[in-house]
């Protein structure tokens, strides 16, 4: 049975190590330089705690790296720089951003002497709701793919490098697109004092209240995320504008009251009222 190491052991980061914990894997991970809460999300988890990230890739068969978007080329830099290591465990970048910039990372690694494979996560951590789906590419996808999995699809979209990242820059340009809109729409409401009528058109079918205000507690990954994708779109040969625009929507949603709490804190009663109000200023 592999040992799975964790960079990174945040909200999404637990949510993996606890799905593979209950497949019977031994999911280690440091807390060396972590928050409080990213404590309490690891051990709640069951994660087996070591002292230093040496001690993690020392011990670890496959290491799985859970970053917020704008962090994932110095937790590459930061694994390929580490000395007196001679261990090279599989590492798995699973962070969303775009695929230029997951063959940065992947160079970087491969210039240290590790593999790589490439991926990105789609739904929320299997600890929220099951049946997040875990896309993977590169030559070694499989056996990543392989590894006791509960709670979370894996799914293989190839040997390249940057494939797995070009699913996730497209799939959340449409799921937190939509998200900004949706929120957007209802700060405007709220000003023009039409919240009421707005929000019996819409309906859900844009997203909850509380989707809106989990989503406002992530708005500061997100702005790193909106500008990956805004790469993304450029290289494909499309305006990168739209989503160059949502970045900046994003960081202004990350300055107010509602993005200062934690995923994990937010009521599920939560309303429209509340997230204007909380957005509000």
Request: aromatic letters at 4%; proline letters at 6%.
């Amino acid at each position: 049975m592999k040992i799975v190491g964790l960079v990174g052991a945040g909200h999404m980061g637990s949510g993996l190590g606890w799905a593979l914990r209950a497949g019977g894997h031994d999911v280690v991970t440091s807390l060396a330089g972590r928050s409080e809460r990213t404590g309490r999300l690891a051990r709640d988890a069951g994660l087996r705690l070591l002292p230093h990230l040496t001690d993690v890739l020392a011990e670890a068969d496959v290491v799985l790296v859970v970053t917020p978007p704008g962090a994932a080329l110095d937790a590459a830099r930061t694994i390929a720089g580490l000395a007196g290591v001679t261990a090279r465990p599989l590492i798995v970048d699973l962070n969303a951003v775009s695929p230029s910039t997951a063959g940065e990372s992947a160079q970087v690694l491969s210039a240290a002497g590790f593999e790589l494979v490439e991926g990105s996560i789609s739904g929320p951590p299997p600890t929220v709701r099951p049946g997040a789906r875990l896309y993977l590419s590169g030559p070694r996808a499989a056996e990543v793919a392989d590894l006791r999995w509960t709670h979370a699809r894996p799914v293989v979209v190839g040997e390249r490098v940057g494939a797995a990242s070009a699913v996730k820059m497209s799939t959340a340009s449409v799921y937190k697109g939509l998200m900004g809109l949706m929120t957007q729409a209802v700060r405007a409401a709220a000003a023009h004092g039409v919240l009421e009528p707005v929000m019996a058109d819409l309906g859900e079918d844009f997203g909850t209240p509380y989707e809106m205000a989990l989503a406002s507690t992530k708005a500061h990954r997100y702005v790193a995320e909106m500008r990956e994708i805004a790469l993304s779109q450029s290289a494909a040969g499309l305006p990168p504008a739209l989503f160059e625009a949502f970045a900046e929507v994003w960081s202004e949603i990350a300055t107010h009251p509602l993005a200062d709490g934690d995923p994990e804190t937010v009521p599920r009663e939560i309303t429209a009222r509340q997230i204007a109000d909380g957005l509000d200023g």
